[in-house]
């Protein structure tokens, strides 16, 4: 197997990029579009392992090139369908009405361990969603979730009411449903955004998961971390990357690209998304943060189940206008979740 060389190369007016040296040159360049800091799970873990298949794969045919996004993650699927960059992922729910399907992985109460979401969205895709063509203009690589969302806020919770007029940022998606039902003022940002928020005052907390505290430095600014044990809703990725880019590829690199891609990425990207948790409600403690584990038990958990209730309805009634029968993609969709979780 070849060596790689792995150097992150953060620049300090624009684009970053990651640089792998090779030990053999390659025909072929992809640029690989990415925001979030570099000590964030997808630049730290997802991309350079991922770089490093495809160029194994490839037997160094196809070279990738991690390049730092310096424009808005909401914009990123554009970039890529356009050809500015030749891969990249973001948030499904950025743009709002353009890939509702993969939401079915943010129903809260649905997944508790992301690599095991993850693999259930993209196996789900596979069998239900795909004929669809959500995602015509791209070529999808992966699908994949966070960890649990959880309550990363500048006040004590301790029932539903305490959040009732708190301003709260939102990324879009079935969070948004909840943070209606919860009787939040919702704060649509993406998630970079949530540091200067809370910062400044604008918002009084965040939905994100708890790798966020350390990835995101909301540790810096939030004074209770407020962990569910199911977590309150996830949030579905897309991987993508630009069709004109995959079809310029030999049948055999483009063989090989899916062969580390697919599942196989789904479940990397999930898993290295999900340990981040552990990493993050690390920091929060050491940065003073009060973190509130909750139980099954706890009145809050229960208030919250009853609260979330028939958000899965309203996903099937997202999707009407889809051709895919909903409800037997969420009852596959569930399936392999409790499967995998065993």
């Known amino acids: 197997m070849m060596s790689f060389k792995k150097n992150l190369l953060w620049a300090v007016c624009g684009a970053s990029v990651f640089v792998s040296g ?3 040159a390659a025909t072929t360049t992809l640029h690989v579009a990415t925001w979030l800091p570099p000590t964030s799970a997808q630049n730290a873990v997802v991309w350079p392992t991922w770089k490093e298949w495809v160029e194994t794969a490839t037997e160094g045919r196809v070279e990738v090139v991690i390049e730092n996004y310096t424009g808005s993650p909401k914009t990123i699927f554009d970039a890529v369908e356009d050809g500015v960059f030749d891969a990249g992922f973001s948030v499904n729910a950025y743009i709002p009405g353009r890939f509702k399907l993969a939401s079915v992985a943010e129903i809260p109460g649905e997944i508790t361990d ?4 993850s693999v259930a969205l993209w196996r789900t895709y596979e069998a239900y969603f795909k004929a669809d063509q959500e995602f015509r203009g791209l070529h999808l690589l992966a699908l994949f979730v966070h960890g649990p969302g959880q309550l990363n806020t500048t ?3 301790n029932s ?3 959040l009732k007029g708190k301003k709260m940022r939102v990324g879009g998606g079935l969070v948004n449903v909840l943070a209606e039902r919860l009787g939040v003022t919702p704060i649509s940002a993406p998630a970079p955004k949530s540091y200067e928020l809370m910062q400044q005052g604008v ?3 965040t939905f994100l998961p708890a790798e966020q505290q350390k990835t995101l430095r909301l540790s810096e600014v939030t004074t209770d971390l407020v962990l569910f044990p199911k977590g309150l809703y996830t949030t579905a990725f897309s991987i993508v990357m630009n069709p004109d880019s995959f079809e310029g590829l030999s049948k055999k690199d483009q063989e090989a690209i899916m062969s580390v891609s697919g599942e196989k990425l789904s479940r990397l990207a999930g898993a290295a998304w999900g340990k981040a948790d552990d990493e993050g409600i690390l920091e929060a403690k ?3 943060v009060n973190v509130v ?3 099954k038990e706890d009145a809050l958990v229960k208030d919250m189940d009853e609260l979330e209730k028939g958000i899965d309805q309203e996903w099937i009634n997202s999707v009407s206008d889809r051709k895919v029968d ?7 969709f569930r399936k392999n979740v409790s499967e995998l979780s065993q």
């Open 203 to 205: 918002v009084d907390g």
């Open 160 to 162: 539903l009411e305490d």
């Open 155 to 157: 006040f004590p919770v």
């Open 22 to 24: 090779m030990t053999s």
């Open 326 to 332: 909903a409800n037997a993609a969420l009852a596959y």
């Open 286 to 288: 050491a940065s003073g």
């Open 114 to 117: 992301a690599e095991v979401g």
């Open 293 to 295: 584990y909750l139980s």
